[in-house]
């Protein structure tokens, strides 16, 4: 008989064995612009300066603020220079240190046998695969691991739990959860819930003002960019179709914890369509909904864990619900991570409660159970190896999915593979019309074949779809430009440029088409407005100072030379005889 002092080292070594394979992983869809390509993670100045920037890259657009997260990235990246096998050995170490927590978590609410199962069942459940499994998941795990320290911390009474609220809201923003579930543990597990409130009001006002300083370092940061670019099903949803499409989605958590064999990496559209009207599976979602609510009045008082466990999914998975907002997913798997522990508790509750009745049956049971958990999880994970087997398995996995169609795409663009590219973009197009992302990437595949009639043809379709899409305008002046269209490459790339004031590219488009048929007035006032927004940029004042030489006007060629530093115009003007 094992002694149950060594019961939290058994549950992190069941993790850390569960998992031990992610080591083996390189860095796969989101790890690539937040880990491998990002600026800021390969620089140790960004282990402050990740407290001024967005989650995402800047380029990207993407928002969202989780600080903690990126300076953990940039010791992995900047400061010990690691591969990705270290981000992922770190992921796994989060992993079993959330589960030991949540192991004295549990036995605040259970028997030390249900404790026991219930972190067990978190510890191995193939829901986790890909917050474990990707570099990016870190952000779930270490926002989880300090909600449940400020929980415990809150629920003695100890002004630390602040800082441990904070530093989950540091590392993502759902960490605000936190608030309702130490509200959740006043009122329900304590015993006069009144008193408990009065008691931790100190407490209370100092989680308002984390809250207030985390608000006001968010409307400072995004007072120019989205916080958070929300899911593409969303474009056209009026509330009531978000709300249904997300009652369609409830049968998906509860298939989701309870028999996770069919996991998949995006639930986008085709997967899970946008539901405009009431159909059997909302149906279904309304009557668990229900049944849980109903649950939830039933234990109060008679079994308070199972409702604890039950209300701690429903404040957890608020966030992603899309109920308040529109969030970036329908549904993701990784975002299970921290509401899951729910989950765990009625599992635990369930487990101390039977193995009273038919011990050895119950054991045999649980230990099947959590065995073929293992078994999923370990075959699982691979599938986050590399970019080339993530995607093939993406596509073959959810054949129905018009981004795993379109990612193919991208990577077969990357290996040239034209025909194969053309493909996988046809049928992104074909699922979901709407983006114009296979559009564009068509239209760049049509141009490598040599067919720029097709190209133009896709393209102008991405225009009709997104007038104002800087891409489309870009690549559509490029294309006129060489079929000798002059006036019409200047107005695509002055488009361009009034969608992007940061493209130079454009200028160099739209100023290169104008000289072409002596424009020289429209080329001067596109170098003038250019050189207004950029005034330092070097390339645009030698650009500007090149037309100016043919011209025969040398002095203010020499002027713009000046401004970048240069002194002599000879270089320039033995480089104009040679064209």
Request: proline share 5%; charged share 15%; aromatic share 12%.
């Amino acid at each position: 008989m094992i002694r149950k002092e060594r019961w939290p080292l058994i549950i992190a070594v069941l993790a850390v064995v569960c998992y031990a394979n992610a080591v083996a992983n390189g860095f796969v869809s989101d790890d690539a612009g937040i880990i491998r390509d990002n600026p800021l993670v390969h620089s140790v100045s960004g282990l402050w300066r990740a407290w001024i920037h967005s989650y995402w890259p800047e380029v990207d657009k993407a928002g969202q603020y989780r600080p903690l997260v990126i300076a953990s990235y940039t010791f992995d990246q900047a400061v010990l220079h690691a591969g990705a096998w270290w981000v992922h050995l770190v992921n796994v170490l989060w992993h079993a240190a959330f589960c030991v927590l949540l192991y004295r978590f549990l036995s605040v609410l259970l028997a030390p046998t249900g404790a026991l199962f219930g972190s067990a069942w978190f510890a191995v459940h193939p829901v986790h695969v890909e917050a474990i499994s990707m570099g990016v998941g870190r952000a779930e795990v270490m926002a989880a691991v300090f909600v449940l320290l400020a929980w415990m911390a809150h629920r003695e009474r100890r002004p630390l739990a602040t800082l441990w609220f904070a530093l989950a809201l540091a590392s993502k923003e759902s960490g605000i959860v936190f608030l309702g579930l130490a509200v959740l543990n006043d009122v329900l597990l304590e015993p006069k819930p009144r008193r408990a409130l009065e008691e931790r009001r100190a407490l209370y006002l100092t989680y308002g003002l984390v809250s207030a300083v985390y608000a006001l370092v968010l409307q400072t940061l995004f007072a120019h960019q989205p916080f958070v670019i929300h899911a593409p099903i969303w474009d056209y949803a009026t509330t009531g179709q978000r709300w249904l499409t997300m009652l369609r989605v409830v049968p998906e958590y509860l298939r989701l914890l309870l028999a996770p064999v069919d996991l998949r990496v995006d639930y986008s559209p085709k997967t899970i369509d946008l539901v405009t009207t009431v159909t059997p599976a909302v149906v279904f979602g309304v009557g668990l909904l229900v049944l849980v609510m109903v649950a939830v009045v039933v234990s109060w008082r008679r079994a308070p864990a199972v409702a604890f466990g039950l209300l701690w999914f429903l404040i957890a998975i608020a966030p992603v619900s899309n109920v308040l907002f529109a969030s970036g997913i329908v549904i993701a798997e990784r975002t299970l991570y921290l509401p899951s522990v729910g989950a765990a508790v009625v599992a635990g509750w369930i487990f101390e409660r039977a193995i009273v009745v038919r011990p050895r049956a119950v054991v045999a049971l649980s230990g099947a159970l959590c065995a073929a958990f293992v078994v999923r999880s370990w075959t699982r994970t691979p599938f986050f190896h590399d970019k080339r087997r993530y995607l093939i398995s993406w596509v073959e996995e959810q054949p129905e999915s018009y981004r795993a169609h379109y990612a193919v795409a991208l990577l077969y663009t990357l290996e040239k593979d034209w025909p194969h590219a053309d493909r996988e973009c046809w049928i992104a197009r074909h699922f979901r019309p709407e983006d114009i992302g296979p559009y564009t990437t068509g239209a760049e595949i049509a141009l490598n074949r040599g067919d720029t009639t097709r190209a133009l043809v896709l393209l102008d379709s991405a225009r009709r779809q997104s007038p104002h899409d800087y891409a489309t305008l870009y690549d559509l002046a490029l294309i006129r430009r060489q079929q000798g269209r002059y006036p019409a490459a200047m107005a695509l790339a002055l488009a361009a440029y009034e969608v992007s004031p940061d493209s130079v590219a454009a200028i160099d488009v739209l100023t290169g088409a104008a000289q072409r048929v002596s424009d020289f007035a429209d080329a001067d006032l596109a170098f003038r407005r250019a050189l207004a927004d950029h005034p330092g940029n070097v390339h645009l004042r030698r650009s500007y100072a090149g037309m100016l030489t043919d011209r025969g006007d040398t002095a203010a060629a020499r002027q713009q030379l000046q401004l970048t530093g240069v002194t002599a115009v000879t270089s320039l003007f033995t480089s104009q005889k040679a064209r």
